[in-house]
């Protein structure tokens, strides 16, 4: 069975002149840029998708989702990244969902 990590808020930050410019919405909802998160459970847009490590077969870990960042870096029309990864074989996959 998968391991669950403690969940972990992360925060966009700009690191640079050009990353403040790329950041924000005109016409997404307010929370949308705001979803990153490192571990607890995943804020699915659609159904769950759990992957299964292609080396042992095992159920992965959601390790992290990862939100748009802006009008200009949109993932699937507002939609997240999601990354699992198995423990013990170190095999990662990503899912992309999108409301």
């Known amino acids: 069975m998968a ?18 410019k790329v950041q924000g919405f005109k016409w997404a909802d307010a929370e949308v840029g705001t979803r990153h998160r490192l571990g607890g459970d995943p804020d699915f847009l659609q159904d769950p998708i759990w992957p299964e490590c292609p ?23 507002c939609g997240m990244v999601y990354v699992f990864v198995c423990m013990d074989c170190n095999e990662t996959k990503s899912v992309i969902q999108s409301s």
């Not at 080396?55 to 029309?77: P, W």
Request: net charge negative; hydrophobic share 35%; aromatic share 8%.
């Open 55 to 77: 080396e042992c077969g095992e159920r992965m870990t959601f390790y992290a989702q990862l939100d748009s960042i802006g009008d200009d870096v949109c993932i699937a029309d």
């Open 3 to 20: 391991r669950q990590i403690p969940p972990f808020a992360l925060e966009a930050k700009p690191l640079t002149d050009e990353a403040k």
